[in-house]
């Protein structure tokens, strides 16, 4: 949610692409990819987006810590980043997502959204559930 210089943000993919590797990934035997160069991801952050209610965005924790640590001016893109991460998780009709304590309310928000368009479209996305990791 922060501007990056291009050359900083292309070794952060490189890098990232590296640790994620080093750690075991086998791209063999699953998909890697830059989620930036699929654009469906910010086409269904944008549906969800529009059935998201600003209200319920303004309440998220997260939201209220970077906003005072930018002087009270957060951004849009840090305001709707949970809708987008909803959109990461919904795109590929995830039924369960590893997330740590500090991310169960954006789960929780994902699942709502995800709810909400069932409710109002049909069933089409799984409601996920989170995997919570222990330390």
């Not at 600003?54 to 709707?80: A, C, F, H, I, Y």
């Not at 309310?105 to 069932?118: G, P």
Request: aromatic share 8%; net charge neutral.
């Amino acid at each position: 949610t922060m501007p990056k210089e291009p050359a900083v943000l292309r070794q952060n993919i490189l890098d990232t692409t590296a640790a994620v590797l080093a750690c075991g990934i086998d791209p063999k035997k699953c998909f890697l990819f830059r989620q930036s160069l699929v654009p469906q991801h910010a086409e269904l952050a944008w549906i969800l987006g529009c059935l998201t209610n600003v209200p319920r965005l303004l309440r998220l924790p997260q939201w209220k810590m970077k906003r005072d640590s930018q002087n009270n001016e957060g951004t849009v893109g840090l305001l709707t980043y949970p809708v987008l991460q909803a959109a990461d998780i919904l795109l590929y009709k995830s039924t369960h997502v590893p997330v740590g304590e500090d991310q169960v309310l954006h789960l929780e928000l994902a699942q709502d959204i995800a709810q909400h368009f069932n409710k109002k479209y049909g069933e089409f996305f799984p409601v996920p559930k989170a995997i919570l990791s222990e330390l």
